[in-house]
């Protein structure tokens, strides 16, 4: 069926992530792009599950609250002519291997900082995904109503730490506390004046003066006014010029600064963002690049959530569309299996509650009930079978070697482990040289482990004996100038191999890369690895 709408429809989508350390202000800078799109009435209620979903770690908490975070996985809304879906990356204790592939998923990236913190640790981590993928990376520095570092030690904060260049879209007024008056917008010549107080509930009345203006030293004060011109005439001089080339491939960042929680500067980054930012972009298949104007359906499965309830082992799996129109009940080849499946009940998320979708377009996302027929990466379309290049297995962190309390149950603990690595839950590892017993289980985030240690009992009744092992990390070899055992490594480094039989190296520091490296010449590591048929090599 013929679709003039297609052309539209992609121009005004924005899928995209908001990647940041716990405590940045994520939940509060969602809610408030969520209040200005309409799609909550009263800011609070992101917060309210938030609170819910983490008033305990106990994973049987967190599963209890399962259909709260389905629902926050994605959501969408419209704003100003755009249809926006921010999906969402966890962070806190339910870090893991997913948070890494939602951002396979994703056009562009919004960088969160604290400005009295600057550039935090699982931010880096983040941010290394979204380059892997030379994907745009907006940043906004958030909390300036408290004191933080100066900007400019920002600027360098990033360069130095995530290697990338930064042009400010807007500079602050007073950093140092309690004095901040507001931001400069450079692209208008305009400061927006600072309202102070709590505007957390509604959207505000902005209070603009040019910067030409002769009341503007009246109204920021003399020594905010001085430092302000001296800081203008420097970014002029001294900072990089805005490029949206450059913005656009990822080498430059623009950077945006502003208080979530007094509803300050948002609407500024909003409106910016939407407008610099791309709309769902071409991705690369085995049969070539295809446009998401195509007429041709295509989407990939990014993420597969199990279902709450453990009596049922059925899942929903999230796609994101790539091509073409989605259509309710429609039949589309499923690359996995190689045969033509149904999309029924197909699910689409908004701010508050999922429904079911009719039709939908590139650059959204819909949740498919998964009676257990989808991997990661599947890839599914109309006509012509096509692959994406799947989404990569990232490096694990943390490693247990695990195996049943029962010996007798040895076959139904493979089957669950089998079943949660297809679901991406975890990865598993052999170090051949140890015997054939061994099974390691690695895994992003620590909680990983207790949702493997819960499942296996709830759903395969069998009790898991895990012993954490020292590594953090792995690297997958993509050459070597001879064979594993040969190489000089650390007493500490272990050699291994994937699901998939690959060979690994297995790292407890940082240190011990690096002499594998040095030591090593011609060895080639990788921080992914394609995900492959990984999980149908066990
Ligand atoms: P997260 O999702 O990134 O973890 O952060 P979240 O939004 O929960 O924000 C973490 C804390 O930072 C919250 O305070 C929140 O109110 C505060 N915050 C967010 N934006 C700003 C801001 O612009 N200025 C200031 N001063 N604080 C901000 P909390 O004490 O943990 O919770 P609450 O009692 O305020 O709700």
Redesign the pocket.
């Known amino acids: 069926m013929e679709h003039p709408e297609l052309s539209r429809e992609v121009a005004r989508r924005r899928t995209f992530a908001i990647i ?1 350390h ?8 969602t809610e408030k792009l969520l209040l200005y799109g309409g799609a909550i009435r009263q800011a609070g209620s992101v ?1 309210a599950r ?1 609170a819910a979903k983490y008033a305990t770690s106990d994973w049987m908490e967190i599963e209890k609250q399962r259909g709260i975070s389905v629902t926050s996985s994605a959501m969408m809304f419209d704003f100003d002519g755009y249809r926006i879906n921010i999906l969402d990356t966890p ?2 204790q339910d870090f893991s291997e997913d948070t890494y592939r939602t951002l396979v998923a994703t056009d562009s990236a919004v960088m969160l900082m604290d400005c009295a913190k600057g550039v935090e640790e699982q931010t880096v981590k983040l941010f290394k995904v979204c380059r892997l993928r030379s994907i745009p990376i907006f940043t906004f520095v ?5 004191a933080g570092k100066d900007p400019f030690e920002l600027m360098e904060e990033l360069e130095q730490v995530l290697g990338i260049r930064s042009c400010p879209v807007n500079w602050p007024i007073g950093v140092h506390g309690s004095d901040f008056k507001g931001v400069y917008h450079r692209d208008t010549r305009k400061v927006e004046l600072y309202q102070g107080g709590n505007h957390g509930q509604s959207q505000v009345d902005v209070t603009e003066i040019d910067l030409d203006d002769p009341s503007l030293e009246q109204a920021i004060g003399k020594p905010y006014y001085d430092k302000l011109m001296e800081d203008v005439e420097l970014l002029d001089v001294a900072g990089d010029p805005f490029d949206l080339d450059m913005i656009l491939s990822g080498q430059l960042t623009p950077m945006f600064f502003g ?4 509803n300050f500067g948002v609407e500024p980054f909003l409106k910016r963002f939407l407008e610099y930012t791309k709309s769902p972009t071409p991705r690369t298949s085995d049969q070539g690049i295809i446009e998401p104007t195509d007429e041709k359906f295509t989407g990939f499965v990014f993420k597969i959530q199990a279902n709450m309830n453990p009596a049922h082992r059925d899942r929903l799996a999230f796609m994101r569309i790539c091509s073409g129109v989605f259509e309710k009940g429609m039949s589309v080849w499923h690359s996995s299996s190689g045969k033509d499946i149904k999309l029924a009940q197909p699910q689409q998320f908004m701010a508050q509650e999922h429904e079911t979708v009719d039709l939908a377009y590139p650059g959204d996302i819909i949740g498919l009930f998964d009676p257990g027929i989808f991997r990661l990466g599947d890839t599914l379309c109309t006509g012509a079978p096509v692959r994406y290049s799947g989404i990569p297995l990232f490096a694990p962190e943390f490693f247990c070697r695990v195996s049943p309390l029962d010996s007798m149950k040895r076959k139904q603990f493979l089957k669950g482990v089998q079943q949660l690595s297809q679901e991406g839950a975890i990865q598993t590892f052999k170090r051949p040289n140890i015997g054939r017993e061994e099974m390691i289980a690695g895994v992003v985030g620590v909680l990983q482990m207790e949702v493997l240690e819960h499942r296996l009992k709830q759903e395969y009744g069998v009790d898991l004996v895990r012993e954490s092992l020292p590594f953090r990390y792995v690297r997958w070899v993509d050459a070597s100038p001879k064979p594993l055992e040969k190489l000089r490594l650390t007493s500490t480094t272990a050699i291994a191999e994937d699901s998939a039989q690959r060979p690994v190296l297995l790292f407890e520091n940082e240190w011990s890369i690096r002499l594998a490296q040095e030591n090593n010449e011609g060895l080639v590591l990788k921080e992914t690895a394609d995900r492959l048929e990984a999980d149908a090599m066990m």
């Open positions: 940041s716990p405590d940045a202000g994520k939940t509060t800078l917060k938030k962070g806190h958030n909390k300036l109503d408290r208080s979530a929680s007094n």
